[in-house]
């Protein structure tokens, strides 16, 4: 702390030759206060703050010592050499003052978040609208733009941005949309979607009227939603209750399928033809073009590429927009270009048509050229589910109308 | 106001020299008034009508005031005059 307080002062030694002692005494009575005394040879070493060396002229004229300046150091010294150069001190004025000006915006964001469906350009340009950007004040109630945020971008559950100096951290959760489960309520059966041979059964819930390796046609009750229950007195067994649920099973079976796709011999593309590219830099928002023509007419393309250093993304980017135009180009292919086309897209439309679970056991493929294209044409058999749900199919007349919903048995019991 | 609590003070301690040696490092002197002689082995300060002489090595006038003084150093000896 003393040193702070002489630094700030300032301090000046001054050599005293001569009548050395007579010199301390009266500059010690004249109220000076020497913050060290030291002795250098016959020459002492006079200590004081700053303000109190002119003191010393007097004294030295009435002792008739020697008194030389042989150190000053401390601030008042150093802020008169700064006064010398007023670019200097302009300068560090003007330094400061950008700093605290510059320090009352956001210059830095970032975003966390895991499986968020949207990209990140959509996320900036929502925060943008609700008032959180880079360049932004500070001033910008966070905790408002944090709900703002939730109505613009309806698929998150949370968002918040935290702020931390001028940097702002965008935080989003995704809302998790509950899956779509079996469908427990109501009542149905199971049908064939289209005839085949069964090849596997897996039932969570109803009756199954088929078995594996037996044929069905389409429409036919695979598995029911009707549940009877038989009165375990009975030897025979009759069914004398009935439960009506909804059915759930999955039932592979193998199925005949006909695809056919095609592909034209000649067809148009459109080609982009690159007119141009023009780059402007960005520095704290200010664009500076880096290009001296002006961007020709087209369709341009957008893309940014900001400056990081050591991890933190700084608020200078490169801007590069690229001008191009679209003109349509007569493609042609051979017949076996065409035939390979036309094959992919078959195989397309068989995934689509059989599923996840389906595949395709044997194909025989076939090509046919005509008007102008090759067609392809698939006769396969399909392993696929053939599962589908139906309304309940209910008998014509009930097995037993006396007791539906009702348990009848014979009950023993003496007297 | 500090002179006369000086004053005061002087007067009460009946013109007294109060000295305090810590160790053979530190001498603390009341009622001084005035340095006769600075020397790394020998100083010499006024009381009155008295003198203090402080002989040793590596002295050194850690602080003086009108009252008082403060020598360091490797102090061997304390003459009274």
């Known amino acids: ?415 | 106001m500090g002179e006369l609590a000086d004053k005061l003070r002087y007067a009460m301690q009946d013109g007294t020299i109060r000295t305090e040696i810590l160790g053979t490092a530190k001498l603390i002197l009341e009622g001084c008034d005035g340095v006769i002689e600075y020397e790394t082995e020998k100083i010499g300060l006024r009381c009155g009508r008295r003198a203090v002489w402080v002989e040793g090595q590596s002295l050194r006038l850690l602080c003086l005031e009108e009252d008082g003084a403060v020598i360091t150093g490797h102090i061997e000896a304390v003459r009274f005059a």
């Open chain 1, 1 to 415: 702390m003393k040193k702070i307080t002489h630094w700030v002062l300032g301090t000046a030694t001054a050599r005293v030759s001569g009548d050395t002692a007579r010199f301390m005494n009266i500059a010690v009575k004249t109220g000076l206060r020497p913050i060290r005394l030291q002795k250098d040879g016959k020459d002492v070493l006079f200590t004081l703050y700053s303000k109190d060396y002119k003191k010393l002229h007097k004294i030295k004229q009435r002792t008739h010592a020697r008194v030389k300046l042989a150190e000053k150091s401390g601030f008042p010294f150093r802020f008169r050499r700064m006064l010398r150069r007023p670019g200097l001190l302009l300068g560090t004025a003007l330094g400061v003052a950008l700093m605290l000006f510059l320090s009352g915006f956001y210059w830095e964001m970032t975003i966390s978040g895991e499986d968020i469906p949207y990209a990140e350009s959509e996320i900036l340009a929502a925060a943008k609208r609700v008032g959180v950007y880079i360049g932004a004040p500070r001033s910008t109630d966070t905790a408002l733009a944090s709900v703002a945020l939730l109505e613009e971008l309806p698929e998150l559950s949370w968002a918040s941005f935290n702020t931390e100096g001028c940097t702002v951290q965008l935080e989003l959760r995704t809302s998790v949309t509950k899956a779509e489960g079996a469908e427990h309520d109501g009542t149905g059966d199971i049908v064939a979607s289209r005839a085949g041979l069964i090849h596997s059964i897996t039932a969570q819930n109803g009756t199954v009227l088929v078995k594996v390796g037996s044929a069905c046609a389409a429409g036919q009750v695979l598995v029911s939603g009707i549940t009877q229950v038989g009165d375990p007195y009975d030897p025979e067994y009759n069914p004398v209750r009935c439960f009506y649920t909804r059915a759930r099973a999955e039932i592979l079976a193998e199925t005949q399928r006909t695809f056919t796709a095609s592909c034209p011999l000649s067809t148009e593309t459109v080609r982009e033809t690159d007119l141009g590219t023009q780059r402007a830099l960005y520095i704290l928002g200010v664009r500076v073009p880096l290009s001296l023509s002006g961007a020709p007419k087209g369709q341009t393309a957008y893309t940014r590429t900001p400056f990081v250093l050591q991890g933190h993304t700084l608020p200078l980017w490169v801007e590069t927009v690229r001008v191009y135009e679209e003109e349509t180009v007569p493609v042609t292919f051979t017949e076996e270009e065409a035939q390979r086309r036309a094959l992919e897209n078959l195989h397309q439309l068989q995934k689509l048509a059989l599923g996840e679970d389906g595949r395709v056991l044997t194909e025989n493929i076939t090509y046919q050229t005509k008007d102008g294209a090759v067609y392809v044409t698939s006769r396969c058999v399909c392993l696929e589910n053939i599962a589908q749900e139906a309304p309940l199919t209910l008998p014509e007349e009930p097995e037993n109308s006396e007791n539906i919903g009702v348990f009848v048995g014979n009950v023993q019991g003496n007297g």
